[in-house]
C-alpha cells in the first residue's frame, strides 16, 4: 500500500475560455501521506479552495493526474466519483450543511442512508461521543451552538470512516473558543486515529496545529512549513499576501503602460492618415 493518501501530479484547472480564462491551479505537484494533517494557506485567490475540490473530487482537473490511494480519480465516471466521496472522503466545510428539521443524530446519520445504508443506532452515537457530543443526539441544529454544530457536521464527516478528511474553511465561522475545540478534536483524530486531514484556512492558529502547512501563490506551490508556530505562519503569509499585492501592482502597470503604448500607437497612425488625407487633398 502506497503511503501517500493522496497524490496530485502536474494538476492544473483553468476556468474559462483559452483567451479570457482564468488559471486556478498551476501544474501543482503534492503528495499527502497517510495518517497526517496538513494546512493549505495562500493569499485570497490563490487556488486554496480549488485545490482540495480537485483532490477529493469535487472538481476535476484540466489536466494532471489526481490519486486518492491506490485509485486514479481524473479518469472516473460521475457515478463512480459520487460512489468513491460517499464512502471513501469526508467533508467539514466552514457552514455547516446540518438539516434543520433533522436531529443530530439523523443529520450524522444522513450519509449512510443516503448511500442506502442502515446505520445502527450505536455506531451513531459513536460518531456523537467520538464529538463529544453523546448527550445531544435528539437536538436540533436550532437548539446547538455554532461549536456544536459544527461537530456535528465531524461527526456526521466520520460516520463513514473515510480515508481522508478535508476541510474547507472548518473554524471560519467560529469564535476562538470554539475555534480551539474543533482543532483539538481535528489533531487528536490524526494522532489517535490515524485520520488523513487536509484543512484550507486563512487562520495561523489553525495552521499551526497541522503538522505541515502548503502555502499557494497564483495557483502554484510556494513552499511549505513543518512544525511552525502561529507566528511563523502568519508572517509568512504576511510576506506571501505583500508579494502578491506587488505583482498585482506591477500587473497593473504593464497593463496601463501596454494600454498606453497602443493609444500611442493610435494616434501616430491617425496622424499619419491625417497627413496622408492633407497630401491627397493638397498635392505639391
Do not use: W
Amino acid at each position: 500500500m502506497t503511503t501517500d493518501a493522496i497524490q496530485l501530479t502536474c494538476v492544473s484547472r483553468r476556468y474559462g475560455s483559452t483567451d479570457g480564462g482564468v488559471t486556478a491551479l498551476d501544474s501543482v505537484s503534492l503528495a499527502f501521506r497517510r495518517g497526517t494533517f496538513t494546512a493549505v494557506m495562500g493569499p485570497s485567490g490563490s487556488g486554496k479552495s480549488t485545490l482540495l475540490q480537485c483532490a477529493a473530487g469535487l472538481d476535476r482537473p484540466t489536466s494532471g493526474s489526481v490519486r486518492l490511494g491506490g485509485t486514479e480519480l481524473t479518469g472516473l465516471s460521475e457515478r463512480r466519483l459520487t460512489l468513491l466521496r460517499r464512502e471513501r472522503v469526508g467533508f467539514v466545510f466552514q457552514a455547516f450543511n446540518l438539516l434543520p428539521s433533522l436531529t443530530a443524530a439523523q443529520n450524522v446519520a444522513l450519509p449512510l442512508r443516503l448511500a442506502g445504508r442502515r446505520p445502527s443506532g450505536a455506531r451513531v452515537r459513536e460518531a456523537l461521543e467520538q464529538v463529544g457530543l453523546g448527550s445531544r443526539a435528539r437536538h436540533r441544529p436550532s437548539e446547538l451552538s455554532g461549536g456544536q454544530q459544527q461537530r456535528v457536521a465531524l461527526a456526521r464527516a466520520l460516520i463513514t470512516r473515510p480515508e481522508v478528511l478535508f476541510g474547507d474553511e472548518p473554524t471560519g465561522a467560529l469564535d476562538s473558543r470554539t475555534s480551539r475545540e474543533v482543532l483539538r478534536l481535528l489533531r487528536g483524530m490524526v494522532d489517535d486515529e490515524g485520520l488523513t486531514t487536509v484543512m484550507v484556512t486563512h487562520d495561523p492558529v489553525a495552521a499551526s496545529c497541522a503538522d505541515r502547512v502548503v502555502f499557494l501563490v497564483d495557483g502554484r506551490v510556494h513552499g511549505e512549513m513543518s512544525g511552525a508556530s502561529a507566528g511563523d505562519v502568519a508572517a509568512r503569509l504576511a510576506d506571501l499576501e505583500a508579494e502578491a499585492d506587488r505583482g498585482t501592482a506591477h500587473a497593473r502597470v504593464a497593463a496601463e503602460t501596454d494600454q498606453g503604448a497602443r493609444h500611442t500607437r493610435v494616434r501616430e497612425a491617425d496622424h499619419r492618415a491625417a497627413h496622408a488625407r492633407v497630401r491627397e487633398a493638397f498635392p505639391c
